[in-house]
C-alpha cells in the first residue's frame, strides 16, 4: 500500500516537472513578445514625437495667423464664432454647403437661403446648428489663400 502510494507521489512529482517545463517555455515565449512589443512601441513614441514637433509649428504659425485675422473681426461676430466653435467636437463654426446640406449637420438647406448664402451680403447661420455658412467656392478660396 505505502509502495503504491510512493509510486503515485512519484508520478505526481514527474507530471509537476512537465508543467513547470511547459510553464517555462511559455514565459519565455511571452517575455520574447513583449521586448518585441516594447521596441515597437519606443520607434512608434519617436514616429509620434516627429509628428508633434512638425504639427507644433505649424500650428504656432496658424495661431499667429488666427490672432491677425482676428483682429479685423467685428467683435460680436467674433464673440459668436469662438462661441460656435467651442460647441462642436470637431471645431468648424464655418462650413460650406454640400450637395444642398450643411456642411456641419448635413440638414438640408432650402434653395432660397442657398441663393442668399451665394450672394454673400449678409453673414447667415445653419438654423439647425448655428454655424456659418458659405457657398464652396467661398470655402475653398479661404483655404487656398489661408496658407
Ligand atoms: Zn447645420
Known amino acids: 500500500m ?7 507521489n512519484d508520478k505526481h ?9 511547459d510553464r517555462n517555455a511559455a ?4 517575455q520574447d513578445k513583449i521586448q518585441e512589443v516594447e521596441e515597437q512601441l519606443k520607434e512608434k513614441k519617436a514616429e509620434l514625437d516627429k509628428i508633434i514637433n512638425e504639427t507644433g509649428k505649424e500650428e504656432k504659425v496658424l495661431i499667429e495667423k488666427s490672432a491677425e485675422a482676428k483682429e479685423k473681426v ?3 461676430l467674433l464673440t459668436a464664432y469662438e462661441r460656435i466653435r467651442g460647441s462642436y467636437h470637431n471645431g468648424l463654426a464655418v462650413v460650406p454647403i ?6 456641419g449637420c448635413f440638414n438640408v438647406i432650402p434653395p432660397q437661403r442657398q441663393s442668399e448664402i451665394r450672394q454673400h ?3 447667415i447661420v445653419c438654423e439647425h446648428c448655428g454655424r456659418v455658412l458659405v457657398d464652396v467656392d467661398l470655402h475653398d478660396k479661404v ?3 489661408g496658407k
Open 2 to 8: 505505502q509502495e503504491l502510494e510512493v509510486k503515485l
Open 74 to 76: 467685428d467683435p460680436r
Open 13 to 21: 512529482i514527474k507530471d509537476a516537472g512537465y508543467e513547470l517545463k
Open 143 to 145: 483655404k487656398i489663400d
Open 121 to 123: 451680403k449678409k453673414i
Open 27 to 30: 514565459k519565455d515565449s511571452t
Open 98 to 103: 454640400v450637395r444642398d446640406s450643411c456642411g
